[in-house]
């Protein structure tokens, strides 16, 4: 199965959603109250993604809301450095902040993230800051679950996916779960499966459905059973190192393993694997193939200590990939 684009379209894709400040522990090992020093970043998971696509030759945009501070400016500056479109990224000018995750990295295996998103810029994009112009000039609107959270960035959004299905622009949607930035899970529900069913390609983790559902332990089955009557072609569920499974209406099924590697953190895989994921299906590779990009690059990425700056190039996701390959089928 391959997914079908635009040819004539001139981005790629555009993001829309939250840029932010990622704030990365300099010292590892050791609790975030001990720790001193950190290393600046951005961060948020749509600006990630388009980050990573950028890095990787996709032609990329940005919808979101800056603060008007020096984290602001330094977000749109390292954005337009890395070759994404940032003229759709107005700025705040009712004095809301950009939103800051300080990030703790005890051992590989644990990591914990602790953010500051009230009353941050990013969740007051206006639905008259979305624009169907630049919207239609897009192969993909790659849509990210938190900036579904507040209004009036829950209206903007939706009312991206609308304009997006007016005029054939395939619609991703990252689940990209952040529990705190929400009233309560059914709330998140709603809004995820209302947008979730409008989507063509639907990418989480397991735990990340089972918001989408308000369900605890739920089944792969039972997920794409329930997304599959309606818009999704195409439904990714993320079970860690245990890999991947890519489930097409069509009824293929298809399993990515997870590629191992020395981790120094966790965080940031599901971006990397999303821009990767990406890329491959934008050009043409069929979904094996993209399962394989997208772990070859969240291996990169959790090896490494930002999340932005780490996104791999073509060349280190296709050569982690041969030398996987090599290994897999020596075992």
């Not at 040819?7 to 790629?12: C, G, L, Q, S, T």
């Not at 390609?201 to 599959?228: C, P, Y």
Request: proline share 3%; charged share 25%.
């Amino acid at each position: 199965m391959k997914l079908e684009f635009n040819p004539k379209a001139e981005f790629d894709m555009i993001a829309i959603g939250r840029a932010c400040i990622d704030l990365n522990a300099v010292e590892y090992n050791r609790p975030m109250e001990e720790t001193m020093t950190f290393k600046k970043y951005v961060g948020g998971s749509p600006a990630n993604i388009a980050i990573g696509a950028s890095k990787l030759g996709l032609k990329t945009g940005f919808i979101g809301k800056l603060a008007d501070d020096q984290h602001g400016r330094f977000i749109k500056n390292y954005m337009a450095e890395v070759g994404v479109d940032t003229s759709q990224m107005p700025i705040d000018n009712d004095g809301h902040k950009t939103g800051l995750a300080f990030t703790e990295i005890k051992s590989p295996e644990e990591c914990s993230i602790l953010m500051y998103r009230d009353e941050v810029a990013d969740l007051y994009l206006n639905p008259s800051e979305v624009s169907e112009e630049y919207i239609r000039k897009a192969k993909v609107l790659l849509v990210s679950g938190t900036a579904l959270a507040k209004s009036p960035s829950r209206e903007a959004v939706l009312k991206a996916v609308h304009l997006a299905k007016k005029n054939d622009v395939q619609v991703f949607f990252e689940l990209d779960y952040r529990g705190y930035t929400w009233e309560s899970q059914l709330e998140t529900s709603i809004y995820y499966t209302l947008v979730a069913q409008q989507s063509d390609v639907v990418i989480g983790t397991r735990d990340e459905f089972d918001v989408l559902e308000n369900r605890e332990n739920g089944s792969n089955e039972a997920t794409i059973h329930e997304l599959f009557k309606h818009s999704p072609k195409l439904i990714v569920i993320k079970h860690g190192v245990e890999g991947s499974y890519a489930y097409a209406k069509t009824g293929e099924i298809f399993k990515g393993k997870a590629y191992l590697t020395k981790v120094l953190k966790t965080f940031g895989a599901g971006d990397s694997y999303a821009s990767a994921f990406l890329y491959a299906l934008i050009n043409g590779m069929d979904i094996d193939t993209a399962l394989k990009y997208g772990s070859a690059s969240a291996a990169i990425v959790v090896s490494k200590h930002s999340s932005s700056e780490a996104m791999p190039t073509v060349k280190e996701i296709e050569q982690l990939i041969a030398e996987r390959e090599v290994v897999y089928q020596n075992k």
